[in-house]
């Protein structure tokens, strides 16, 4: 049967796109993140990727995590999520993320992480 497997390129709701190499054997994988908006006053530039999937030999619709660092800013992002398969193939992958500002103290901690769901669709 079909499943999802999170290697090509996928696009989000926010005009960012994501490309993601091919899944190793163990679930690990390594891609680049554009993204069309950001949370600074920063110059856009590509982001490294690096994360991990459910193996899709034991799942059809396997859960995920990766971590995006961000090559302009001092944040991080990760994302979790899982791929979902429509019965006529079509893939989505549903996050929720977590953007982790680099703040000037302990006591800024608190407004540091910003949180959200997004969805991606293959491009
Ligand atoms: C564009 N985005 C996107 O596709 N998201 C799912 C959300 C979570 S990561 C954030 C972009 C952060 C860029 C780096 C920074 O502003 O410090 C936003």
Known sequence: ARKCVLSGLWKNELGSNMTISAVNTDGGFTGLYHTAV???D???RVSPLKGSQKPTNQRKQPTFG??????FSNSMTVFVGQCFMDDKGKE???T?????EEVSSPGADWKATR???NI????
């Open 96 to 100: 929720m993320w977590l953007l982790r």
């Open 92 to 94: 989505t992958l549903k």
């Open 115 to 117: 949180v959200g769901t």
């Open 42 to 44: 920063k110059h856009i």
């Open 38 to 40: 950001t949370a600074t």
């Open 66 to 71: 990766f971590t995006v660092s961000w090559t």
């Open 120 to 123: 991606f669709t293959r491009i």
